[in-house]
């Protein structure tokens, strides 16, 4: 079964520095999306990408964050100048059209120092 | 603010028990609902969709309540493998996000 992947599946940077988490989704879906997950607290939405764009963003996504699809097949979730409660899980995850459900990766466990 | 609430638990059950958990929505307007099952440190993983009329999925019975924006899930006979936290998520409509509550942890135990 075709899945989401992502890596690196444990990230460890120095606070200030800039990182940027990997995700293939399947290959036949349309809408991506990064979600995260500090230690101990509910999954979080951050953006949902479709048809090259940004469609929705929550209001943690600021300028600080950026996403990409460069090459057709990757899509990155970019964190300039990272904080210490940047550490947490980011999932990526896909969907092949707006009324299926979404596929999850098994995420990268980000840890600022 | 778009919430999606749930007793934290833990449910802690024998094995072969019967065990419920509720959710409460707080935007009407609500579309699609969903039970997701996480277990510890991995990523959230659909277990069942639900649906207005109720639905059920072998031990999983999953029920809607629009007028009071409330969402159930029943698991019967209990097994060892279903000790996860399980997600109560609302999708306000189509393309858009998912919302996720902060879960309910069951432990089964022999």
């Known amino acids: 079964e075709p899945e989401v992947t992502q890596t690196p599946s444990h990230q460890v940077t120095q606070m200030g520095q800039e990182v940027i988490l990997r995700c293939v989704p399947i290959s036949n879906h349309l809408y991506f999306y990064w979600y995260r997950q500090i230690l101990g607290q509910k999954v979080e939405f951050l953006v949902s990408?479709?048809?090259?764009?940004?469609?929705?963003k929550s209001e943690i996504f600021d300028d600080q964050f950026s996403v990409e699809r460069p090459d057709g097949s990757n899509f990155t979730l970019k964190i300039r100048s990272t904080k210490l409660e940047d550490s947490a899980m980011y999932f990526c995850a896909s969907r092949p059209s707006a009324n299926q459900p979404q596929h999850f990766g098994d995420g990268t466990r980000l840890s600022i120092l | 603010r778009k919430e999606v609430e749930q007793d934290p638990g833990p449910f802690n059950v024998p094995e072969g028990a019967t065990v419920a958990f509720n959710c409460t929505y707080s935007n009407s307007a609500s579309q699609s609902f969903f039970w997701y099952r996480q277990d510890c440190r991995k990523e959230p993983k659909l277990l069942m969709s639900?649906?207005?009329s109720g639905n059920e999925d072998g031990r999983f019975t999953a029920q809607l309540n629009r007028a009071s924006q409330y969402i159930s899930l029943l698991i019967r006979d209990s097994k060892l493998s279903d000790s996860a936290t399980y997600l109560c998520v609302v999708k306000e409509g189509a393309g858009t996000a998912l919302i996720f509550g902060k879960g309910t942890t069951l432990s089964v135990s022999s």
């Open positions: 639900v649906y207005s």
């Open positions: 990408f479709y048809n090259n764009e940004i469609s929705e």
